[in-house]
């Protein structure tokens, strides 16, 4: 019985790397190519900071309010599920509310201390993702703190106003993979809320602008019109949110104008609360996305 050399076994070994991965080459001058290098500029400049060629969490639509601060002190934790032809993301989430004045003044901040994904290489190629990171799959993400403001408590009878100022702090990693911005963002909104024949149900909306930076179209920031609008039943014991929200730049066909439907459910118990989310990506945002969690109030 002949056995094969070392040296064929080694040519072998060669040739099955190059056959199974060799259309897909992940060199520094497939990159080159692809996103045509000048061959002077760094490859962040190549990056395209717009939420239609990013991950799920680089630049999310902000939560509607629904013209009440949240009074209640409370920590929450959550994980997410995002699908998309080409990137399947899942992250945990912290949540914090912490209310300075009782009906008057609240901070809420949120972390993402993990996000994993898989993105195929097609999605990888659009999204100019750098030779260095291509086989990355994991970071952190950015911190969002925001600040709600109650207004109008004399109009309460009619209809609940709330003032939110939100910051968006560049800590997220991922760049190179266009999971993260690198890059800071903010936005404050108007929102109400409106009873309708009783208490409990609302009609919900929000009105303001969201502002973020650019690495590409020789421009430093995107300006947006910030919006949203749908319904709220609000119980002691149930609350659930249904509404479409979204944002729109100002650059045309570029992918900054995602658009999304949701609905968020909790079920309140004693100091428990029970979280369950969904959305559905409608304009330059090709996620369908769902979220589980827990809520502790004290």
């Avoid at 993990?114 to 952190?140: C, G, L, N, P, W």
């Amino acid at each position: 019985m002949r056995f094969i050399s070392p040296k064929m076994r080694k040519s072998f070994l060669v040739l099955f790397i190059f056959f199974a991965f060799g259309s897909h080459a992940q060199t520094f001058d497939w990159w080159a190519q692809l996103v045509h290098w000048d061959g002077v500029s760094e490859w962040p400049k190549y990056m395209i900071t717009q939420p239609a060629y990013m991950g799920p969490n680089a630049l999310p639509v902000p939560r509607i309010g629904n013209g009440s601060i949240d009074s209640i002190h409370s920590i929450s934790t959550s994980g997410a599920f995002h699908f998309s032809k080409g990137d399947n993301t899942q992250n945990l989430t912290l949540y914090a509310n912490y209310c300075l004045v009782k009906n008057v003044i609240s901070f809420d901040a949120s972390w993402i201390p993990y996000e994993h994904f898989t993105m195929s290489h097609a999605i990888k190629e659009q999204r100019h993702v750098f030779s260095h990171f291509y086989y990355d799959d994991h970071t952190t993400g950015d911190i969002h703190l925001n600040t709600t403001i109650q207004l109008l408590n004399k109009w309460r009878q009619y209809i609940h106003l709330a003032l939110r100022i939100g910051y968006r702090f560049p800590t997220g990693g991922g760049l190179g993979t266009a999971r993260y911005t690198d890059g800071p963002g903010y936005y404050f909104d108007l929102s109400f809320g409106k009873p309708i024949h009783s208490p409990q149900l609302k009609w919900i909306g929000m009105l303001g602008f969201y502002s973020w930076q650019l690495i590409q179209y020789g421009r430093r920031q995107n300006d947006a019109f910030l919006f949203g609008t749908g319904m709220e039943w609000n119980t002691r014991t149930i609350r659930l949110q249904s509404y479409v929200a979204g944002y729109l730049g100002y650059l045309a066909y570029s992918g900054d104008k995602p658009i999304v439907f949701r609905t968020f459910f909790e079920k309140r118990f004693n100091h428990i609360s029970l979280l369950a989310g969904f959305q559905q990506g409608l304009h330059d945002f090709k996620y369908t996305s769902m979220e589980l969690g827990m809520k502790y109030r004290f």
